[in-house]
């Protein structure tokens, strides 16, 4: 399931397009106007696939925020302004935006252009590699945005599934709080130590439902590494040391 953020201040038009969206399925995070004055660290956290990010905003518009985000997160950003002038649409497209859509509009085409931008970025058009990041048996799906452990699979958001590919390229050996930092968000710009601490919490949490609850070790003064190895995906240890022999 895909997660969108959704800045908008108008409170009709921000609770009208978040219910439309809801019904085809989509998760949607939406920026009330308490985090108006700081949606690139609402963003970090969150971390969506999809940004819907009106221009006329409290304080500072869309453009100055689409800048900060674009030092996060890859996620494609869909600009929705009334500000229909072409030059907009150019500043917008160059600020970081990957698509515009002027107000009025109809909600077939809102969702429309949302899908084609997914598609793009995480799926069918996104760009393939035949070899998936893999190690013991945990393999990262590019195109699909999810992480795989046997039968079993979760979605994963964009910067988590950039620390996994991290971790799993890294092949057991520790890899960096700075490097994570660089990997996940692409700049240690805009963020405090705990986001780093937040999403690998998270990111343990849905190894977990594969199966995998002790699979990202801390190391101390270090930053973080994978514990597993290839015995573990042929035949998924029990790690209590007293269990009996199947044998």
Same mark, same amino acid.
């Not at 500072?60 to 925020?65: M, S």
């Not at 674009?70 to 907009?88: H, M, Q, V, W």
């Not at 160059?94 to 085409?109: I, M, S, T, W």
């Not at 949490?205 to 190895?229: H, N, P, Q």
């Given at each position: 399931?895909?997660?969108?953020?959704?800045?908008?201040?108008?409170?009709?038009?921000?609770?009208?397009?978040?219910?439309?969206?809801?019904?085809?399925?989509?998760? *949607?995070?939406?920026?009330?106007?308490? !985090?108006?004055?700081? @949606? /690139?660290?609402?963003? &970090? =956290? #969150?971390?969506?696939?999809?940004?819907?990010?009106?221009?006329?905003?409290?304080?500072?518009?869309?453009?100055?925020?689409?800048?900060?985000?674009?030092?996060?997160?890859?996620?494609?950003?869909?600009?929705?302004?009334?500000?229909?002038?072409?030059?907009?649409?150019?500043?917008?497209?160059?600020?970081?935006?990957?698509?515009?859509?002027?107000?009025?509009?109809?909600?077939?085409?809102?969702?429309?252009? *949302?899908?084609?931008?997914?598609?793009? !970025?995480?799926?069918? @058009? /996104?760009?393939?590699? &035949? =070899? #998936?990041?893999?190690?013991?048996?945990?393999?990262?799906?590019?195109?699909?945005?999810?992480?795989?452990?046997?039968?079993?699979?979760?979605?994963?958001?964009?910067?988590?599934?950039?620390?996994?590919?991290?971790?799993?390229?890294?092949?057991?050996?520790?890899?960096?709080?700075?490097?994570?930092?660089?990997?996940?968000?692409?700049?240690?710009?805009?963020?405090?130590?705990?986001?780093?601490?937040?999403?690998?919490?998270?990111?343990?949490?849905?190894?977990?439902?594969?199966?995998?609850?002790?699979?990202?070790?801390?190391?101390?003064?270090?930053?973080?590494?994978?514990?597993?190895?290839?015995?573990?995906?042929?035949?998924?240890?029990?790690?209590?040391?007293?269990?009996?022999?199947?044998?």
């Amino acid at each position: 399931m895909y997660v969108l953020y959704l800045v908008e201040d108008d409170v009709a038009l921000r609770t009208l397009l978040s219910q439309a969206l809801q019904r085809y399925g989509f998760t *949607v995070h939406v920026a009330d106007g308490s !985090a108006f004055h700081d @949606l /690139a660290r609402d963003i &970090a =956290t #969150l971390q969506p696939h999809l940004i819907l990010l009106d221009i006329n905003l409290p304080a500072y518009d869309g453009f100055f925020w689409a800048r900060r985000i674009r030092t996060l997160t890859k996620a494609p950003i869909l600009f929705i302004s009334a500000r229909g002038e072409p030059l907009d649409l150019i500043r917008g497209l160059e600020q970081g935006g990957d698509d515009y859509l002027v107000k009025p509009f109809h909600l077939e085409v809102l969702i429309a252009k *949302v899908q084609a931008l997914l598609r793009r !970025a995480y799926g069918e @058009l /996104a760009g393939t590699d &035949a =070899t #998936l990041p893999t190690y013991a048996g945990l393999c990262a799906d590019l195109t699909r945005s999810e992480l795989r452990y046997g039968e079993q699979h979760v979605a994963v958001t964009p910067t988590e599934l950039r620390l996994a590919v991290a971790l799993i390229e890294a092949r057991g050996k520790p890899v960096t709080r700075e490097t994570l930092q660089t990997v996940g968000w692409h700049s240690d710009a805009f963020l405090d130590d705990n986001t780093l601490t937040v999403t690998m919490a998270r990111l343990r949490r849905k190894l977990a439902a594969l199966g995998l609850a002790s699979a990202i070790e801390t190391v101390r003064g270090v930053g973080y590494r994978l514990a597993l190895d290839d015995s573990a995906f042929i035949s998924p240890r029990n790690h209590d040391e007293g269990a009996p022999d199947a044998s």
